[in-house]
């Protein structure tokens, strides 16, 4: 199965003297995306296509060299180099090629935002464009299912969540075994590397708290309490794992902060699948008892998704008052206020007074397993 991607001509981002970055958690797709591009493009331009595993680009990008680095691209019109943030001082190497090479072309991708990021964002302050490749989208999946389709494979993308590979397994068995790989090889890598933590134990556990409290108001006394760290390692780790694609931060939103939450945050994995491999629960949602915790981590995730493949401006928020009345998701959007409720079973339901009362202006709107594709797709 050939999925489609929502970013599928790289040609409509690439500028000269301009590095387009692709981020994203790993085994999204960005190599593939990459090499489907400059082969569909084969003949239309010279490239060179390298690694940022491979020792000899290391050497040369991280030099900071400028004829080093210029003799590397000489005579190309477009460098790709895949898994950029393995090379040090990648920025600075970026930087010295779209400023000394006319009309040079340059796609960087790297699974680790919180390394490339650091490394290129003063560097190419004004040079370059940057991508966020997610797991499947339902706006990519609509490309290949109706939404009659797209309804009847629900559970599947609640349960196993939407990683390519995972898409593209026959059964169960085989999701389930795609998913336990990319926990057991994958989710942690980049932060065992590159921040040189050593417990790999203690995130796992850290993360698995977090499993089971999607949906919650977060308490980071509380974690540190139950793992046995103090408050900052708790939101140190919690910041890795938001840099390197795992988890997403929610805040509280607030106008009156006398009667309503603002200093604990919400955190939702970015894929349901990754959410359920963390806690190894694969069952079927007859048999399961968070449901609830499944259908607004996949709504979150996937508006989050929609946002940034149709360029929507918004400051997302949840909200809550003291005495519990809360609206689960706000959008702050062109000076408006967009209130959703998120219900797995349609039902009657009714804006929280407190809601109506503060923000008369608002919208509020609930999603649930009937109308929940507009909301995502």
Not at 47 to 52: F, I, P, T, V
Not at 162 to 180: A, C, I
């Amino acid at each position: 199965m050939i999925l489609p991607r929502i970013y599928n001509d790289l040609n409509l981002f690439l500028k000269p003297n301009k590095v387009l970055v692709m981020y994203g958690s790993r085994q999204t797709g960005k190599t593939t995306l990459l090499k489907k591009f400059l082969s569909d493009n084969e003949g239309n331009f010279k490239y060179k296509l390298d690694s940022g595993d491979d020792v000899k680009t290391q050497i040369v990008l991280g030099s900071s060299d400028f004829k080093k680095i210029i003799d590397y691209a000489e005579g190309y019109d477009l460098i790709a180099i895949d898994e950029a943030q393995r090379i040090k001082n990648i920025g600075m190497g970026l930087k010295i090629l779209v400023d000394q090479l006319p009309n040079i072309k340059i796609i960087a991708t790297g699974s680790s935002s919180f390394t490339l990021a650091g490394q290129i964002g003063e560097p190419l302050t004004g040079r370059k464009t940057t991508l966020t490749l997610f797991p499947l989208s339902q706006i990519e999946m609509g490309k290949l299912y109706n939404d009659y389709d797209l309804r009847s494979r629900l559970e599947e993308y609640l349960i196993f969540g939407s990683y390519p590979e995972t898409l593209t397994s026959e059964t169960s068995h085989d999701k389930k075994k795609v998913l336990e790989e990319l926990v057991g090889s994958y989710l942690l890598k980049d932060i065992l590397e590159l921040e040189k933590v050593k417990s790999s134990k203690l995130l796992l556990d850290l993360l698995r708290l977090l499993a089971f409290q999607v949906g919650s108001e977060v308490s980071l006394s509380e974690l540190g309490k139950q793992l046995g760290i103090d408050n900052k390692t708790v939101a140190r780790y919690l910041d890795l794992f938001e840099k390197s694609f795992v988890i997403f931060n929610l805040r509280g939103f607030s106008r009156n902060r006398r009667k309503e939450i603002t200093s604990k945050s919400k955190y939702y994995f970015l894929d349901n699948g990754m959410r359920n491999a963390v806690i190894a629960n694969f069952n079927p949602l007859e048999l399961r008892d968070d449901i609830g915790k499944l259908w607004e981590n996949f709504l979150v995730v996937e508006r989050l998704k929609k946002q940034s493949y149709r360029q929507i401006s918004s400051n997302n928020y949840f909200w809550r008052t003291w005495d519990q009345k809360e609206v689960d998701w706000v959008e702050e959007r062109d000076g408006r206020l967009f209130g959703y409720e998120f219900k797995w079973k349609s039902k009657s339901h009714k804006a929280p007074s407190a809601w109506t009362d503060h923000y008369p202006d608002a919208a509020l709107a609930m999603i649930d397993n009937e109308n929940y594709l507009e909301f995502v797709k």
